[in-house]
């Protein structure tokens, strides 16, 4: 009597496409994950057979998967901060944030939900900001810096907490805990270089991210005024690199552009 062969081993194809779904100007990504494994005739155990596995991700607000740019209305802002902060700079980015984790949760969320109050909603919020100014920072990315201030009342900036140049990994966005939960809540996190930190409420996110993004890129203009670059550019080839939001990890760039895959960096794996 025969034995069967032993049970031969799937062979796996993976691929994921990273899709545009929105307007140049207002860019909004899907990535399509696909998984197909195939198992080859398995004698006595039967035929070959196909399965495939399908996923997808919306990931619009995730600014290294389409290079983020920064909206108009937030640049102004921007440019206005630096004039109440009498900095002779261009500003780039701005976001308000809060001293603590607690109350960028307890303060922060109560904010933003008050706003979509019907009627008395603006009035609500201006409120609250008025009575817990306290707690609030201002984080604002000019053309040469990145700077952390006190928020006094209306978004005036008050004390000068922080300046920094800005350059590759003076912030770095979200948790530096690994767990899931830590991450949800710490996802407006910014961590400076010098261990300064504070904190953006959960909902929102974009203005931290253009902190992160802005802080971390070369000084000049927002990465949304870049010019295209041209062919005969000199580029570095494609390879992994230190991921340019200032995340721990490392991120795969293709010699044109940053993609979406990532890897942890080899000293986050030997530990």
């Known amino acids: 009597m025969e034995h069967p062969a032993p049970y031969p081993s ?5 691929q994921r496409w990273l899709v545009p779904s929105g307007p140049e100007t207002a860019p909004s990504w899907v990535v399509f994950n696909v998984e197909v494994v195939f198992i080859p005739d398995g004698g006595d155990f039967g035929p070959g057979r196909l399965s495939s596995k ?4 919306s990931v619009s607000s995730d600014p290294y998967y389409a290079g983020l740019p920064v909206r108009r209305y937030n640049q102004r802002m921007a440019q206005r901060m ?8 261009q500003g780039v980015a701005v976001c308000f944030a809060f001293n603590n984790l607690l109350t960028s949760l307890l303060i922060g969320l109560v904010e933003d939900v008050a706003r979509f109050v019907p009627t008395v ?3 609500i919020e201006l409120a609250i900001s008025i009575l817990t100014f306290y707690f609030h920072r201002i984080v604002l990315v000019t053309d040469q810096n990145v700077y952390v201030y ?13 300046a920094y140049p800005r350059h590759a990994g003076v912030v770095k966005l979200g948790s530096p805990h690994p767990g899931g939960f830590s991450r ?4 407006g996190q910014l961590t400076f270089e010098d261990g300064h930190v504070v904190y953006h409420p959960i909902l929102w996110i974009r203005r931290a991210r253009y902190i992160a993004q802005e802080g971390n890129s070369p000084v000049g203009p927002p990465q949304s005024m870049y010019a ?12 992994w690199f230190q991921d340019p939001g200032g995340q721990p990890i490392l991120r795969w760039w293709d010699g044109t552009t940053w993609t979406g895959h990532t890897s942890p960096r080899p000293d986050e794996k030997d530990t």
């Open 10 to 14: 799937p062979e796996r194809f993976r």
């Open 54 to 57: 399908f996923s997808f991700m």
């Open 82 to 89: 630096a004039k109440r902060a009498h900095v002779n700079e």
């Open 121 to 123: 909603g603006a009035l």
């Open 150 to 162: 006190r928020d006094w009342p209306f978004h005036i900036p008050g004390k000068q907490l922080a």
């Open 184 to 187: 949800f809540i710490r996802r």
């Open 228 to 239: 295209p670059v041209s062919a005969s550019a000199s580029l570095p080839g494609a390879g």
